[in-house]
């Protein structure tokens, strides 16, 4: 399965496009806006956001939510 996905955060609007195949994930064309936030913590928060997504490898949904890891299995991202 191929397909598009997009988000927004408190400044910046993100997508990608991605694949899954067996659990694995993979992301490409990655792309986000670069608008200036007032608040450098938010801006310190959403460069780790982005950050975590150039990591994923894995991904597992079950009914608690959906868990991104890396190759390792180490957990990168999870939303409830």
Do not use: H, K
């Not at 397909?3 to 910046?12: L, M, Q, V």
């Not at 659990?23 to 608008?35: A, E, I, K, P, V």
């Amino acid at each position: 399965m191929s397909t598009r996905w997009a988000d927004a955060r408190d400044a910046n609007e993100y997508g990608a496009s991605y694949a899954l195949s067996a659990g694995r994930l993979s992301l490409s064309g990655l792309n986000y806006t670069q608008m200036r936030c007032f608040a450098p913590p938010v801006m310190i928060q959403e460069a780790r956001y982005l950050e975590a997504f150039t990591r994923v490898t894995i991904c597992r949904l079950d009914p608690s939510g959906l868990t991104l890891s890396d190759a390792t299995g180490a957990y990168a991202l999870r939303f409830a």
